[in-house]
């Protein structure tokens, strides 16, 4: 099936620092989204991203649909301590009634003081 | 409430047991999906649903059926639970090609 590579596993960072992500596919993916999980709670969308080379904000948060349809990224702008969890990355397709999401590993992003 | 709620949040089971774990929405979404979490695995598609009655196995189906009668609930059952289906369960729901998730079941088989 298909496969997403999200980098990096883990990040530790200090407060107020840019945090950036990525995931990267051998297979194309019309759409492209970003979540964050909490401990003991359901992932939550952040970004959606539709067009390839489509660039979209959420306050602190960029995330790009790369041109190839093969990659995305998500960059988060001067981190404070609410940011951390766990952010996973999703590549759609859709074809008739079929729709599926693959899921990226998750990036663990700890921010300290 | 509006959105998605799974039910229970907690379950443990006994291997050989059949149990249900529950999703509710109300958005009206036309599509259901059921993914479990593990740790080294990430999220896997176990069923997803078009629509009513319409449903169809993703990566990982083998030991669950599901059903959906209405377009708001979508059950997942585990007909003989095994160990190896010890997961929290994440149920979502969409329209575009995004996904909305409910808060999850962990599921524990002794």
């Known amino acids: 099936g298909q496969q997403l590579n999200q980098s990096p596993q883990s990040m530790f960072i200090q407060e107020g620092e840019d945090v950036s992500m990525n995931c990267t596919s051998s297979s194309i993916f019309n759409t492209w989204l970003w979540y964050k999980q909490d401990p003991g709670e359901g992932p939550v969308l952040l970004i959606a991203?539709?067009?390839?080379?489509e660039l979209t904000s959420n306050g602190r948060l960029t995330a790009q649909f790369g041109i190839t349809r093969k990659d995305s990224f998500l960059n988060i702008s001067a981190s404070i301590p609410s940011d951390v969890g766990i952010y996973f990355c999703?590549?759609?397709?859709?074809?008739?009634?079929?729709?599926?999401?693959?899921f990226g590993s998750g990036t663990q992003l700890t921010v300290l003081p | 409430d509006a959105g998605i709620t799974q039910s229970p949040r907690y379950k443990i089971t006994e291997t050989g047991r059949q149990v249900t774990l529950m999703c509710h929405q109300t958005w009206s979404h036309s599509y259901m999906f059921w993914y479990r979490q593990d740790l080294g695995h990430g999220l896997r598609l176990i069923y997803y649903s078009a629509a009513a009655d319409i449903t169809d196995k993703g990566e990982v189906p083998d030991g669950y059926v599901v059903s959906r009668s209405k377009t708001e609930n979508f059950p997942l059952t585990l007909e003989s639970a095994t160990r190896s289906q010890t997961s929290v369960y994440f149920c979502?729901?969409?329209?575009?090609?995004?996904?909305?998730f409910g808060q999850g079941t962990r599921l524990t088989v002794v």
């Open positions: 991203l539709y067009k390839a080379g």
């Open positions: 979502a729901s969409s329209e575009r090609g995004e996904a909305f």
């Open positions: 999703a590549g759609g397709i859709s074809s008739g009634s079929a729709r599926q999401l693959t």
